[in-house]
């Protein structure tokens, strides 16, 4: 799995009561737990481990999410995690255990409780994240880590940072794609329109004649948008509608 990308972050803070959030070191909250503690943030990975599949996450899908912080000689380390695609945060996060996390920064993240520090050069954290909606493509788990030697200042506090990639089931999310989209008429004389149900956005609408040229190229708002098919030959055409990162064809035939 890839570490780097759009997607999931877990930061760690270890202020006694939790992360204040947007402590993650990921690409929106942009700040990490170093402006409170000393020191520069370590890169490590593997630290973040799931049970999302290779195939990738099916939207609407929970999964379990572990967080593991090392470093010998510290005897608390706490953290703070969310999770982002390239242009947002990302799905929704559930406490499965109150003693120890609980949600932070407006509820996009997750961070350590005041009892969910103590640990003697490692300290382990689970919870559970419910994947976003069809569409939304790669998402990236970011987590920084700060390990303490609990004396009175900030001297001797090691931060560091983790993240995993994981792609979306791309099976799932063109099926529901697929179900969720529709073209009328079809066959089309002067014009035809699309619906899309589940539609983000910003999405696109490209068609394309028999010989793989585009010959209509529109970005659609919303979820109903209607192409001029006006001066086009008739024949057999491939509408391809979707985003950057999901997309389907479908055939269209032109009068």
């Not at 300290?123 to 419910?130: G, H, L, R, V």
Request: with cysteine; charged share 10%; hydrophobic share 30%.
């Amino acid at each position: 799995m890839a570490v780097a990308g759009a997607g999931l972050f877990a930061s760690a803070l270890l202020s006694s009561g939790g992360s204040p959030g947007g402590k993650t070191a990921s690409p929106i909250d942009g700040n990490s737990c170093t402006q409170c503690h000393a020191g520069t943030a370590t890169p490590q990975a593997d630290w973040i481990s799931t049970d999302i599949p290779q195939t990738g996450y099916v939207p609407g899908q929970t999964y379990n999410i572990t967080l593991t912080g090392t470093h010998q000689g510290s005897s608390k380390i706490g953290f703070e995690c969310t999770a982002e695609t390239a242009t947002s945060k990302a799905g929704t996060w559930t406490i499965t255990d109150t003693q120890r996390t609980k949600l932070a920064n407006s509820n996009g993240s997750v961070t350590h409780t005041s009892g969910g520090t103590s640990g003697q050069n490692t300290n382990t954290w689970s919870f559970q994240w419910t994947a976003p909606e069809s569409g939304s493509g790669e998402v990236t788990f970011y987590a920084a880590v700060n390990a303490t030697n609990s004396n009175s200042g900030t001297s001797g506090d090691v931060v560091y940072t983790t993240s995993v990639s994981h792609p979306e089931n791309a099976t799932t999310a063109l099926r529901q794609l697929r179900s969720s989209f529709s073209l009328f008429p079809n066959p089309a004389e002067d014009q035809v329109s699309i619906r899309w149900e589940d539609a983000p956005g910003q999405w696109s609408l490209r068609l394309f004649n028999t010989s793989g040229q585009i010959v209509l190229d529109q970005q659609a708002a919303g979820g109903l948008q209607t192409l001029d098919l006006g001066g086009l030959p008739a024949g057999v055409y491939f509408l391809k509608v979707g985003t950057e990162s999901l997309s389907a064809v479908e055939r269209l035939v032109v009068r």
